[in-house]
T-cell receptor
Framework: SQQGEEDPQALSIQEGENATMNCSYKTSINNLQWYRQNSGRGLVHLILIRSNEREKHSGRLRVTLDTSKKSSSLLITASRAADTASYFCATDPRRALTFGSGTRLQVQP | EAGVAQSPRYKIIEKRQSVAFWCNPISGHATLYWYQQILGQGPKLLIQFQNNGVVDDSQLPKDRFSAERLKGVDSTLKIQPAKLEDSAVYLC?????????????FGEGSRLTVL
């Protein structure tokens, strides 16, 4: 079974709106990472948050981490059509990163 | 710096045939991973190398999949014989070193279709 699970599975919004994706995981972690995957491409790292951090910002991205609830959220503010992609959370319960099933984000222009 | 290189980008084969995928990680990255990504799912780890040694191959179907990284640089993933359920994108990723729990750098992937 997957270590991380994203919610919702799919999200459709209008350009300029905010998009929020959630991730739940099962075991203790050192850090949690978010990746983006455009259709037919490889994954690209977006942001990493360590287990002792609660919130982190990078440009239009805001990530929160609640280790007591074993959950994280990714907020993309002022979304653009170019943000259309699948978004995955990844954790490191073992030596390699374990990925969730992803949230497919569609931003309508 | 150059990214992770993978080839071929696309491959179509008949079931029971064999196929090989090649990956060249970012220069200096000691850790290399092969992931399998089935359509609509997240990447699933197949095998992890540290230099030329295998760290984790617990999820590699060893009856048909094999991988090597002989000189600790580039790597080859082979499937023989292929099954229909092997249709997927095979992603190679690298990281500076295993102890550095930072980001992974991914290649564009090799898309396999088994007919």
């Amino acid at each position: 079974s997957q270590q991380g699970e994203e919610d919702p599975q799919a999200l459709s919004i209008q350009e300029g709106e905010n998009a929020t994706m959630n991730c739940s995981y099962k075991t203790s972690i050192n850090n949690l990472q978010w990746y983006r995957q455009n259709s037919g491409r490889g994954l690209v790292h977006l942001i990493l948050i360590r287990s002792n951090e609660r919130e982190k910002h990078s440009g239009r991205l805001r990530v929160t981490l609640d280790t007591s609830k074993k959950s994280s959220s990714l907020l993309i503010t002022a979304s653009r059509a170019a943000d259309t992609a699948s978004y995955f959370c990844a954790t490191d319960p073992r030596r390699a990163l374990t990925f969730g099933s992803g949230t497919r984000l569609q931003v309508q222009p | 710096e150059a990214g992770v290189a993978q080839s071929p980008r696309y491959k179509i084969i008949e079931k029971r045939q064999s196929v090989a995928f090649w990956c060249n990680p970012i220069s200096g990255h000691a850790t290399l991973y092969w992931y399998q990504q089935i359509l609509g799912q997240g990447p699933k780890l197949l095998i992890q190398f540290q230099n030329n040694g295998v760290v984790d191959d617990s999820q590699l179907p060893k009856d048909r999949f094999s991988a090597e990284r002989l000189k600790g640089v580039d790597s080859t993933l082979k499937i023989q014989p292929a099954k229909l359920e092997d249709s997927a994108v095979y992603l190679c990723a690298s990281r500076w070193r295993e102890e550095y729990s930072g980001e992974l750098f991914f290649g564009e992937g090799s898309r396999l279709t088994v007919l």
